[in-house]
């Protein structure tokens, strides 16, 4: 499968300040990636969809001003978190399609704790 | 969103024996994706199924793409410690989203 590459992989910030995850994925020039969200012992959830040169689209329930998504290259998306709370801390995971069939691949994810 | 719901949510199984897990959604969806994620890891693609009726197999793993286009079934055979993790399916509509289900922890016993 393809290679998608996040970093950091975790990450403790102090309430308020701000967090970049970068998404990468090294073998494939990726269209579309997905920003997902994952608390303690529950399933993912999308939180956005990213389309490299325009403006993301994000799901109901998600703060556009607070998950800043740049995808400004087909390699590379990122997500800030800005203004961190302790709500935020989660497991964040992006994607992108693969080049058949409707295959998603995604990357290991960034563990943000807020504190 | 879309509703998935998996069973079991959890299960124990002694090494060897097989184990068989499910997804029903009230959506129908033209993709059915299933997928492995271990601690601390990001999901992992085991099958993928695109059309009604549709059974794939990779290695022990097998899969089925129900005819209502609303369920899915995945059966691990001759379980080995290595398959502890928490498997989540997923739906596909035509759009690009992915709906994944509750997850089911499976646990292994040597």
């Known amino acids: 499968g393809a290679v998608v590459s996040q970093h950091p992989s975790w990450v403790i910030c102090k309430s308020g300040t701000s967090v970049k995850i970068e998404c990468r994925s090294l073998d494939f020039q990726a269209t579309t990636m997905f920003w997902y969200r994952q608390f303690p012992k529950q399933s993912l959830m999308l939180m956005a969809t990213?389309?490299?040169?325009?403006?993301?689209?994000?799901e109901q329930g998600v703060e556009k001003d607070k998950f800043l998504i740049n995808h400004a290259s087909l390699t590379l998306s990122t997500l800030t978190v800005t203004s961190a709370h302790p709500e935020d801390s989660s497991f964040y995971i992006c994607?992108?399609?693969?080049?058949?069939?409707?295959?998603?691949?995604f990357g290991p994810g960034t563990r943000l704790t807020v504190l | 969103g879309q509703q998935l719901n998996q069973s079991p949510q959890s299960m124990f199984i002694q090494e060897g024996e097989d184990v068989s897990m499910n997804c029903t959604s009230s959506s129908i969806f033209n993709t059915w994706l299933w997928y492995k994620q271990d601690p601390g890891e990001g999901p992992v693609l085991l099958i993928a199924l695109y059309k009604a009726g549709e059974l794939t197999s990779n290695g022990r793993l097998t899969a089925q793409f129900g005819i209502t286009r609303k369920d899915s079934f995945l059966n691990i055979s001759a379980s080995i410690p290595s398959d502890v993790g928490i498997y989540f399916c997923a739906g596909k509509t035509g759009a690009n989203n992915l709906f994944f289900g509750t997850g089911t922890r499976l646990t292994v016993i040597p």
């Open positions: 994607s992108f399609d693969g080049w058949s069939y409707n295959e998603q691949f």
């Open positions: 990213s389309n490299e040169g325009s403006k993301a689209t994000y």
